[in-house]
């Protein structure tokens, strides 16, 4: 009960009042964001709203509902279990890689009775919970000390080599990614990240160069990515194909865009993927500039919202926690929106909140309600 | 751990300081966006528009040559031949029907073809081509060609289309191709971006359909610049795309030539095999088809006509056509009973000409019956008596369990269509299938290959290549892919004792060449081509007790579709045997009257590698055969091509 009484304040709100408390700009933006990606599920599917829009809202309301539910749990809740749900994730990751559902050549699903997981998404928020976690526990004094620096870098490799198993490059790259930012967060000398910069780019050079010798360090296929991501013009019926009438779609939007329901390259099935992982190409032709603009500055808000949260809470474990979530949060639009506009690779990182599909959207809105529940219980 | 507020404090700041930083990075990664997106879509936002558009440049695919087809000595089977066509744009055409009216000046249109066109034209988009006409000759080509001027968006295309200069003679092995269809493309997981191009042909049936994937070839590309009305101005770049794989079929062209014209007009098919190799050498089913008609588009009478043909000339009977293989099935109750030991070769059964069995009477074919008689005998004299008996001591499963053994009741998987897997019939599948019990009246059916027991004229191949031999033969169609051999299989040994294997080939060697043999009149007199044989007539009508006893009616009596089937199977030389054929005539009557000259003749052409001379036929068949020869309309095999482009 210690973790309770740490939080018991005067001034943080209890029962029912808490609901005072939650930070409503934070649910409006996100559900300004969600509600852009029923208009496109809507659009995309000709007009048509039970094929993906509908599904889609239902989601989204469960998902809402969620996230108020959680945002009234104690914030220590979620310290305490952080180490439990991180253990829960290795376990469901080890499972998929045994019984997993293969999809696409890679084993990303565990179909569990009727509902279908995928525990690497679940696994990005509860690495941020176990390293908020364990730096809320360790303290400033030793955070970059050798051994103390060994420990979270563990925790970050066991999930991201599980996962990249399976195999899935672009979930590792995220995981990686997120428990970095973690650990730049909570201090960690920036020596250390130096060195890793420094061997990753040495990394890149040998997997480069290993091409087409015996001991080649990645797939084929994910050669391929890179050769289209540096010329989507080299395999114009193949992979380049999505890439090059991505961004055909994204320019021909112009300043305010072909109107709703006008995108010709969408309409035309011309691109890929369109409801999942391409969708903002879609949204970009259809209202343009102004309406990509305003997308990326919601999710600009949404990131503001959280460092504002995290930099006036005075709890080191809630802070973490927020930018850690923000962070992962970020890292998905940034990585998605990169990837349409050419930016970066095509790693199949889907739009947050916009894109199809059921389990990121839960996961994303849960995500949130923890980081509700940091800010209503927050120490003032 | 209790932290001291100082931990508290300072732990903040330092989080502060780093959360800061971060925003900085988060903020500085989101304006990098916000500035790709302004020079995307404001800065260049014309030039994607105009690719949008398709105002500028195109990527157009070609469609690759579809891959060649020879049979065993290189006699091209299938080949691509130009296929001139004129297509219409609407965009460019303005009034299509005023273009379509000069058009018409130039060449022969129909008034419904006009409607067709004009129809497909309304439900296309303005810039998609249409075809107004297909398979024009070279002169109506150039006349469109030359007056363009007059024909604003027409033009005079042309491509490559399917033929099969061998015309009937591969119908059913080869299949053919047509249009690509809406239900193939619902077929497929991940449709080739070349199926979507018009005129774009697909295997539908046979070796087309079944080696399609080999057979397409793989597209090539062409980026263009087109204008706003989507004509090209120039090609800028083309890559060529790959001609389809050239199969090799085991089938030799003349041989199967032959055994098409051999067997005439009637429903019958014919089945050479390799019985080394299992290689099938021809594979005939009668009456045939053109494929081509069905590539150019068969018109509604000549479908109509193919169709109600009470011959069914559309269906392969050579894989796809079950039979009850009568007394050609006698040898698998024959070894089934060796092996089992309950009978040997010299054991004898009594024939009165029928048995009783269970208060129902079962008749020999000879109403006289045969007295006592023997292994070798029985097969020789298709004594049916003799399998009553041997029935009902070895029991159907030992008979099923033989049956799938040689190769009937099982599918040999071909790259043909709709490959029928026949029944070999025991107590287990009868109850599966009619949920009864089995009686011993089926068992003395399936003995002499009537009731349940269905074979195709392949299996019945397969069979005869088996005893022969003594090992598992399996037959194969496809010799080389791209000029690369398909490795051949060295066939496991059966299993079956050496002995009664000889005793089975004995009593086929006596049906040819014993004195009371069923077949003995197409008996080959040449003795390095000594053949084996048995002769089948299988019943497909009840014969009452009533029929019986006025005399049973002689099939030229019947209506053809209630007379019996002619089967006949066979293998040469006695002594090393090559080749095993077997030939099934629907309702064609007897045996050793129809089918065996039918089969004898094949394998002498396959023996000789042509027609072979009079003196291996006995003396007085030799006028009959020359003058069969001289109505037989025999292809002469054209030069081999070797080349793998397509005729222009």
Partial sequence: MSGYLDYKSEQTPTGWRKILYLSWPLVFLLAAVAATGFLMLYSIAGGRAEIWAEPQMRRFVVGMVAMIALAFTPIWFWRSISVAAYVVCLLLLVAVDVFGHHAMGAQRWLDIGPVKLQPSEITKIALVLVLAAYYDWLGLSRVSRPLWVLIPVLLILIPTGLVLAQPDLGTSVMLVAGGALMMFVAGVSLWYFAVVIGSGAGLVFAVLKSRGTDWQLIHDYQYRRIDTFLDPGSDPLGAGYNITQAQIALGSGGWSGRGFMQGTQSRLNFLPEKHTDFIFTSLAEEFGFVGSITLLSLYALIIAFCLYSALTNRDRFASLLTLGIAGTFFLYFAVNMGMVMGLMPVVGAPLPLVSYGGTQLMILLMAFGIVQSAHVNRPR | ?648
Wanted: proline content about 6%; hydrophobic content about 40%; aromatic content about 6%.
């Fill in chain 2, 1 to 648: 751990m209790k932290k001291s507020a100082r931990d508290i404090t300072d732990s903040n700041r330092a989080i502060n300081r780093r959360a800061l930083m971060l925003g900085a990075v988060q903020a500085a990664v989101v304006a990098t966006l916000g500035w790709r997106l302004k020079t995307m879509q404001l800065d260049r936002a014309d030039e994607f528009r105009m690719l949008s558009d398709g105002n500028s440049i195109k990527l157009r695919l070609l469609p690759p040559a579809r891959g060649l087809i020879h049979d065993r000595n290189g006699v091209l089977l299938a080949g691509n031949e130009a296929n001139y066509r004129a297509t219409i744009t609407r965009e460019e055409a303005g009034d299509p029907e005023l273009v379509l009216a000069r058009l018409r000046q130039l060449i022969p249109m129909t008034d419904t073809a006009i409607e067709a066109v004009l129809a497909e034209i309304g439900k296309r988009s303005a810039i998609t081509p249409v075809v107004v006409a297909d398979r024009l000759s070279w002169e109506q080509f150039a006349s469109i060609a030359v007056n363009a001027p007059a024909l604003p968006g027409v033009s005079p295309e042309s491509g490559l289309s399917r033929s099969y200069p061998r015309a009937g003679d591969f119908a059913h092995v080869l299949g053919y191709v047509g249009p690509v269809s809406d239900y193939d493309l619902s077929r497929m997981e991940d449709p080739d971006p070349v199926l979507m191009l018009p005129e774009f042909q697909l295997g539908k049936l046979g070796v087309e359909a079944r080696l399609e994937e080999r057979l397409r070839g793989k597209a090539g590309t062409r980026r263009v610049e087109v204008n706003s009305a989507g004509r090209e101005m120039r090609e800028l770049e083309r890559i060529e795309g790959q001609q389809g794989e050239t199969v090799q079929i085991t089938i030799d062209a003349a041989l199967q030539n032959f055994a098409v014209q051999r067997l005439g007009e009637e429903s019958a098919a014919a089945v050479v095999i390799d019985v080394q190799n299992g290689d099938i050498l021809a594979s005939a089913s009668a009456p045939t088809f053109d494929p081509n008609l069905f590539v150019r588009g068969i018109s509604g009478p000549d479908y109509r006509a193919l169709m109600e043909h009470d011959h069914r000339p559309l269906a392969d009977k050579t894989v796809q056509g079950v039979y009850p293989p009568g007394s050609t099935f006698k040898m698998v109750p024959l070894l089934a009973g060796l092996e089992s030991g309950l009978i040997d070769a010299g054991s004898r059964f009594y024939c009165p000409g029928h048995t009783t069995v269970a208060g129902r009477r079962f008749h020999c074919w000879s109403r006289g019956g045969h007295g006592s008689v023997a292994a070798v005998a029985s097969l020789e004299r298709s004594c049916d008596v003799y399998y009553y008996e041997l029935a009902q001591r070895i029991g159907a499963d030992r008979m099923a369990e033989m049956a799938r053994r040689l190769g009937i009741g099982v599918r040999h998987e071909l790259p043909m269509s709709a490959i029928a897997e026949g029944i070999a019939p025991d107590r287990a599948w009868k109850r599966a299938r009619h949920d009864q019990e089995w009686q011993v009246g089926d068992s003395i059916n399936a003995s002499i290959g009537q009731g349940y027991v269905l074979a195709s004229p392949l299996q019945l191949a397969v069979m005869t290549a088996r005893v022969a031999t003594g090992r598992e033969v399996a037959p194969r169609l496809v010799r080389a892919v791209n000029g690369a051999a398909v490795p051949e299989t060295d066939f496991n040994d059966l299993g079956l004792r050496e002995a009664n294997l000889r005793t089975a080939r004995a009593g086929m060697d006596a049906v040819m060449n014993g004195s009371h043999g069923t077949a003995a009149r197409s008996r080959i007199l040449a003795p390095e081509w000594r053949m084996a044989g048995k002769t089948g007539t299988s019943q497909v009508r009840n014969i009452t007790a009533a029929e019986r006893a006025r005399g049973v009616i002689r099939n030229e009596q019947l209506p053809w579709n209630r007379r019996d089937h002619a089967l006949f199977v066979c293998y040469a030389p006695f002594d090393a045997p090559r080749y095993a054929v077997s030939v099934v005539v629907e309702h064609g009557g007897g045996g050793g009257t129809v089918a065996a000259p039918i089969g004898r003749d094949i394998l002498l052409f396959a023996l000789a590698g042509g027609l072979p001379p009079l003196d291996a036929y006995p003396a007085g068949q030799r006028g009959a055969i020359e003058e069969m020869r001289a109505r037989m309309n025999l292809t002469p095999a054209p030069a081999p091509q070797t080349n793998g482009r397509a005729r222009a």
